[in-house]
């Protein structure tokens, strides 16, 4: 069965303070992993998609990366403004545009 | 470009009443998605379109929830009768097509069933 696991499921951080966000995933034939930032209230925003081992994609103080088994968010140096649950996703090529979703990272950065 | 749009934001029936929740896809958007989101954890798919045809509808509990995408476009979900775990945030997103391509969330509709 197709799963995809986040940890940790809350993290607070200081601002400036970097870290990364894991995302690990089973899936019979991976086409696609997504990133979602979402905030209370709102439906999740997309940010990135990742396709093969190897592949690194950046946006402001975010940079996500992929390995075979988990993929990382990590976040340099972040903001108050950057506090959101961030969701990660796997698409699967016998699935059609199916996103299966973790459960979220909750990530608090005070100032 | 205009985003997702959801109606209506926020909803509170009883239980055993129906409700039904509308969506307008991003416009060219040839594919439709319906997620429920249960406080504390992840979208879940209930079911997915394209153009008017339904591809994936295995999680959808279909003795209580239906779905119907008129002429392509707009999308209703409704759900006859409610019960209280149908409690949560639905959520309608689109994407150009299925596949290794991103979908776009709207802002959901947050349904409580008392």
């Known amino acids: 069965e197709d799963q995809v696991t986040q940890s940790p499921e809350a993290l607070r951080l200081q601002e400036g303070e970097s870290s990364s966000l894991n995302c690990s995933y089973t899936v019979s034939g991976l086409r696609g992993l997504f990133w979602y930032r979402q905030d209370p209230g709102k439906g999740p925003e997309f940010l990135f998609t990742l396709y093969s081992a190897g592949e690194e994609k950046e946006k402001e103080r975010l940079k996500a990366t992929l390995t075979k088994k988990e993929s990382f968010l990590h976040i340099t140096a972040p903001k108050p403004e950057d506090s959101a649950t961030y969701l990660c996703a796997v698409q699967a090529y016998n699935q059609g545009g199916k996103l299966i979703f973790g459960q979220g990272t909750e990530l608090s950065v005070k100032p | 470009e205009a985003g997702v749009a959801q109606s209506p934001r926020y909803k509170i029936i009883e239980k055993r009443q129906s409700v039904a929740f509308w969506c307008n896809p991003i416009?060219?958007?040839?594919?439709l998605y319906w997620y429920q989101q249960i406080l504390g954890q992840g979208p879940k798919l209930l079911i997915q379109f394209q153009n008017n045809g339904v591809v994936d509808d295995s999680q959808l509990p279909k003795d209580r929830f239906s779905a119907e995408r008129l002429k392509g476009v707009d999308s209703t979900l409704k759900i006859q009768p409610a019960k209280l775990e149908d409690s949560a945030v639905y959520l309608c997103?689109?994407?150009?097509?299925?596949?290794?391509?991103?979908?776009?969330f709207g802002q959901g509709t947050r349904l409580t069933v008392v």
């Open positions: 416009s060219g958007h040839a594919t």
């Open positions: 997103a689109s994407s150009q097509r299925g596949t290794n391509t991103e979908a776009f």
